[in-house]
């Protein structure tokens, strides 16, 4: 979802359904804006996703950071054009990733389509993403649950229809935006 919407309710319900971790995909004039450094110089992350420094809301309202409140509010910071980097304290409880700059064309991740999304519906460059998760069904007689992960596929759009929420694949998305706006061009003019 834009960064720019983000309501404690919202978050609320995103790390309900999650596995807490709460990424807030950016652009890169954000990242400079907001003196966001990479977390690490070169990434292991086998998917290359580009972790800046994690970060809070520097306000008085803020109280450990965790809270649906707290999270809410550093996303609606790093959305708002005017924020500087003084309005975050690092390290915090949301963690920005830097999108690449030809979006979903250039890396098809969750990240590029988060901002890719806020583009198109002409928000700031900030988007939030979870990964939602399912604890599986109770083992009986066992503190264990069989099938728990990572929804998938069909799994999310049963999440979706549940919640009155929209679904769309990244290779949906990058076929959207590659029919109204044309393919990437490498640096040499040559076909990808």
Same mark, same amino acid.
């Given at each position: 979802?834009?960064?720019?919407?983000?309501?404690?309710?919202? $978050?609320?319900?995103?790390?309900?359904?999650?596995?807490?971790?709460?990424? /807030?995909?950016?652009?890169? =004039?954000?990242?400079? #804006?907001?003196?966001?450094?990479? $977390?690490?110089?070169?990434? =292991?992350?086998?998917?290359?996703?580009?972790?800046?420094?994690?970060?809070?809301?520097?306000?008085?309202?803020?109280?450990?950071?965790?809270?649906?409140? %707290?999270?809410?509010?550093?996303?609606?910071?790093?959305? %708002?054009?005017?924020?500087?980097?003084?309005?975050? #304290?690092?390290?915090? *409880?949301?963690?920005?990733?830097?999108?690449?700059?030809?979006?979903?064309?250039? #890396?098809?991740?969750?990240? =590029?389509?988060?901002?890719?999304?806020? #583009? +198109? /519906?002409?928000?700031?460059?900030?988007?939030?993403?979870?990964?939602?998760?399912?604890? &599986?069904?109770?083992?009986? &007689?066992?503190? +264990?649950?069989?099938?728990?992960?990572?929804?998938? &596929? =069909?799994?999310?759009?049963?999440?979706?229809?549940?919640?009155?929420?929209?679904?769309?694949?990244?290779?949906?998305?990058?076929? *959207?935006?590659?029919?109204?706006?044309?393919?990437?061009?490498?640096?040499?003019?040559? %076909?990808?």
């Amino acid at each position: 979802m834009a960064a720019e919407d983000m309501t404690p309710e919202k $978050m609320g319900f995103m790390v309900r359904h999650s596995s807490g971790l709460i990424c /807030a995909p950016v652009s890169a =004039e954000v990242t400079d #804006r907001l003196a966001l450094p990479q $977390m690490v110089s070169r990434t =292991e992350d086998p998917r290359s996703t580009a972790y800046t420094v994690s970060v809070d809301a520097a306000d008085a309202s803020v109280t450990t950071g965790i809270s649906a409140h %707290d999270r809410s509010l550093v996303c609606r910071v790093l959305a %708002d054009p005017s924020s500087a980097a003084a309005d975050l #304290r690092r390290p915090g *409880h949301v963690f920005p990733l830097l999108a690449r700059p030809g979006g979903v064309r250039q #890396r098809p991740g969750h990240t =590029e389509a988060a901002t890719e999304f806020c #583009r +198109l /519906a002409g928000k700031a460059p900030a988007g939030v993403i979870s990964e939602i998760v399912d604890d &599986g069904e109770p083992v009986p &007689g066992r503190a +264990l649950h069989s099938g728990p992960g990572m929804l998938r &596929g =069909e799994q999310c759009v049963v999440f979706a229809r549940r919640w009155g929420l929209k679904v769309c694949t990244i290779a949906d998305l990058v076929d *959207h935006v590659e029919r109204t706006e044309g393919k990437l061009q490498p640096a040499n003019g040559a %076909d990808q």
